[in-house]
T-cell receptor, first 113, second 112 residues
Framework: NAGVMQNPRHLVRRRGQEARLRCSPM?????VYWYRQLPEEGLKFMVY????????ESGMPKERFSAEFPKEGPSILRIQQVVRGDSAAYFC???????????FGSGTQLSVL | QQQVKQSPQSLIVQKGGISIINCAYE??????FPWYQQFPGKGPALLIA?????SEKKEGRFTISFNKSAKQFSLHIMDSQPGDSATYFC???????????FGEGTQLTVNP
């Protein structure tokens, strides 16, 4: 039973490019959360999705950032026109149904040059 | 009101000693308090969690103490080992299914 899978592990983009981060939740999990972590800081909530629905996007910047979790396939966090301040580790986490335990992936380290 | 404050920022303990990390929260609607352990280059891993209806929970060398009236909870690591060296995050969650709010993390170093 594979855990939460994120890819790519490392992503390098130049300013102005687009970044796409993928997350496949654990098998049977339909709830996905995205968090951002800056060096030596805690995890900051960005968005919470259930299959095909955004439940809470209060932590996600209104501009340039979007997220989706389609009926089929992984959840995608998309950052358009990246800036240096977007450089961070982005973690995806999933849980199943009424289970409160949240399982994290290994993250995507985004570096913006 | 959504904040979770964690201390200390860093902690150095000798092998065999007790590591204690503290967290405080403000939102009385929080009803679930997990602790996560994170190694460099890895995602956080759930260590132990507690609900406010109990004052203590123990799993192996790890214990959570919970003080509802003070709105504080702490992680105790007994017989700390060098392999415990990692960053530890406390967290809190409100209504079921909502997001976790994390503390800023404590970098624990256990010296051999």
């Amino acid at each position: 039973n594979a855990g939460v899978m994120q890819n790519p592990r490392h992503l390098v983009r130049r300013r102005g490019q687009e970044a796409r981060l993928r997350c496949s939740p654990m098998k049977g999990h339909s709830h996905v959360y995205w968090y951002r972590q800056l060096p030596e800081e805690g995890l900051k909530f960005m968005v919470y999705l259930q299959k095909e629905n955004i439940i809470d996007e209060s932590g996600m910047p209104k501009e340039r950032f979007s997220a989706e979790f389609p009926k089929e396939g992984p959840s995608i966090l998309r950052i358009q026109q990246v800036v240096r301040g977007d450089s961070a580790a982005y973690f995806c986490a999933s849980r199943g149904g009424m289970n409160e335990k949240l399982f994290f992936g290994s993250g995507t380290q985004l570096s913006v040059l | 009101q959504q904040q979770v404050k964690q201390s200390p920022q860093s902690l150095i303990v000798q092998k065999g000693g007790i590591s204690i990390i503290n967290c405080a929260y403000e939102n009385t609607a929080f009803d679930y308090f997990p602790w996560y352990q994170q190694f460099p280059g890895k995602g956080p891993a759930l260590l132990i969690a507690i609900r406010p209806d109990v004052s203590e929970k123990k799993e192996g060398r790890f214990t959570i103490s919970f003080n509802k009236s003070a709105k504080q909870f702490s992680l105790h690591i007994m017989d700390s080992q060098p392999g415990d060296s990692a960053t530890y995050f406390c967290a809190a969650r409100g209504t079921s299914g909502s997001r976790l709010t994390f503390g800023e993390g404590t970098q624990l170093t256990v010296n051999p």
